[in-house]
């Protein structure tokens, strides 16, 4: 059941993808416009990022994954939707950013414990089962201990 669910979701958000028009993504404006008082806070709680070894978890269009990137940081833009993962690359490309690409599934993530510095789980009321991508997330983020 849990895997049919997945499945779908995936479907959906693949085909989403196939719809999104990179040029007409403002990185910028994402976290810094007006509109974004929420993404202006995270901005503030997270300070320099540079050097840092972020996961953007469930990246979609990889908008939060090219922001960062823009800022020094060294972004895994992941997501379970190839498409997302592709269109992210993309963003990245079309930003003059480099960013790494993965598909992957919150809930079991393929990557060494203790890997990164930084994550964004951000807007991602889509990943059902979000305590399990939580608890998995423990285990991959030196500071979530
Ligand atoms: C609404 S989009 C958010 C995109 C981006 N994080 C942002 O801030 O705009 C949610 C993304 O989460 C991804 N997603 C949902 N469930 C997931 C899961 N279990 N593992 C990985 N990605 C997942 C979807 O494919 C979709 O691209």
């Not at 050097?51 to 940081?73: I, M, P, R, T, W």
């Not at 992210?88 to 079991?108: D, E, K, S, Y």
């Not at 991508?133 to 991959?140: P, S």
Request: net charge negative.
């Amino acid at each position: 059941m849990r895997e049919e669910i997945f499945e779908k979701e995936k479907q959906f958000h693949d085909q989403w993808a196939s719809t999104i028009d990179v040029e007409g993504i403002r990185v910028r404006d994402y976290f810094e416009a007006c509109t974004a008082p929420e993404n202006r806070f995270i901005l503030r709680q997270m300070g320099d990022i540079s050097g840092k070894l972020l996961l953007d978890l469930g990246c979609g269009a990889g908008e939060n994954s090219v922001y960062f990137a823009k800022k020094g940081a060294r972004c895994i833009a992941a997501d379970y939707s190839p498409g997302m993962v592709e269109v992210a690359l993309q963003l990245a490309a079309a930003n003059n950013v480099q960013i790494q690409g993965r598909t992957m599934n919150a809930i079991a993530l393929d990557c060494p414990d203790n890997t990164f510095d930084l994550f964004t789980l951000l807007i991602c009321y889509t990943i059902c089962q979000i305590l399990a991508a939580i608890k998995e997330m423990r285990t991959v983020f030196l500071s979530l201990r």
